[in-house]
């Protein structure tokens, strides 16, 4: 997108609001999000089903219904997460809280999860949804193990369902597989068709004494993906498996797309229906 564009997109809330609304009803025809039903009534700013009862806006059970941000803001934001600002400098440059920024950061990175192709699985296993928009502190049930593929150029950060942290602790206690650490990230020699295992450490290597002394990984040698992700972890408070899961599939979607301009694409993330 041209600056001049976008600067025309937030030079009022009103015409912010008109561009996601073009993405939520391409059609400007409203249902019900919760049933579907074509039949409303409208309430001021709301509507009414006319079968279920429910009471929705033009943004209700959207990712960026998730967080209070004017429709300007909200463009704003996806710009600077876009450069990769930083959760501070986001705050600043909106005037909201530290804590919206950050919340408002997650959505995002939950809506890109929800998108890639084995997001269905993620936020049905995980209930990511769910845990995102309670307000106690989002924990996943089970610390989630990814792999990396590298094919044509692109990057794969897969969820691996069969692969538990009990396998992976079988792979390390008897067939010695070699790793190493980047803060609390684990990542391996080659598994399979995967160029590495990815798995955050929780307390894990500590309660079953493992090493990750690991020399000369492929994934080290890795001249594309590897180096762009080892700059960026540097930026990342990855203090979670949750965080982990949510900040890898970032970075799986800014390598694919790192010759292209993304804003569009989040915007139309943002403005989908919660799965």
């Known amino acids: 997108m041209l600056l001049k564009e976008y600067e025309k997109l937030v030079s009022s809330p009103q015409k912010a609001e008109k561009f996601l609304l073009k993405h939520c009803w391409p059609n400007y025809q409203r249902f019900c999000p919760q049933c579907h039903f074509r039949k409303v009534q409208k309430l001021n700013s709301k509507r009414k089903c006319k079968r279920?009862?429910?009471?929705?806006?033009?943004?209700?059970?959207?990712?960026?219904?998730c967080v209070r941000l004017s429709p300007d803001n909200w463009l704003r934001l996806v710009k600077l997460f876009e450069?990769?600002?930083?959760?501070?400098?986001?705050?600043?440059?909106?005037?909201?809280?530290?804590?919206?920024?950050?919340?408002a950061l997650t959505i995002i990175r939950l809506a890109i999860l929800a998108?890639?192709?084995?997001?269905?699985l993620l936020l049905s296993l995980f209930q990511l949804n769910d845990l995102i928009s309670s307000q106690k502190t989002p924990q996943l049930n089970q610390v989630p193990i990814l792999g990396i593929i590298e094919e044509a150029g692109h990057i794969f950060v897969d969820f691996l369902p069969e692969?538990?942290?009990?396998?992976?602790?079988?792979?390390?206690?008897?067939?010695?597989?070699p790793s190493k650490k980047i803060g609390q990230i684990?990542?391996?020699?080659?598994?399979?068709?995967?160029?590495?295992?990815?798995?955050?450490?929780?307390?894990?290597?500590?309660?079953?004494?493992?090493?990750?002394?690991?020399?000369?990984?492929?994934?080290?040698?890795?001249?594309?993906?590897?180096?762009?992700?080892?700059k960026r972890l540097q930026n990342f408070k990855t203090t979670s498996s949750l965080n982990f899961l949510l900040y890898f599939k970032e970075l799986e979607f800014r390598y694919n797309y790192r010759q292209k301009d993304f804003f569009i694409t989040l915007v139309k993330y943002l403005t989908t229906f919660k799965k």
Do not use: M
Not at 52 to 65: A, H, K, W
Not at 84 to 89: L, M, Q, Y
Not at 92 to 101: E, G, K, M, V
């Open 115 to 120: 998108n890639s192709l084995d997001g269905p």
């Open 163 to 177: 692969f538990g942290v009990d396998s992976f602790i079988h792979l390390k206690q008897n067939f010695c597989l």
């Open 52 to 65: 279920c009862g429910f009471v929705f806006t033009d943004f209700s059970q959207r990712y960026l219904d």
């Open 83 to 103: 450069i990769e600002a930083s959760p501070d400098n986001i705050a600043l440059q909106l005037d909201i809280s530290y804590n919206t920024a950050r919340k």
């Open 186 to 230: 684990i990542y391996t020699s080659p598994v399979k068709q995967y160029l590495s295992l990815l798995i955050y450490d929780q307390g894990i290597s500590k309660r079953f004494n493992l090493s990750h002394q690991g020399e000369n990984l492929t994934l080290d040698g890795n001249k594309s993906f590897w180096p762009f992700v080892k």
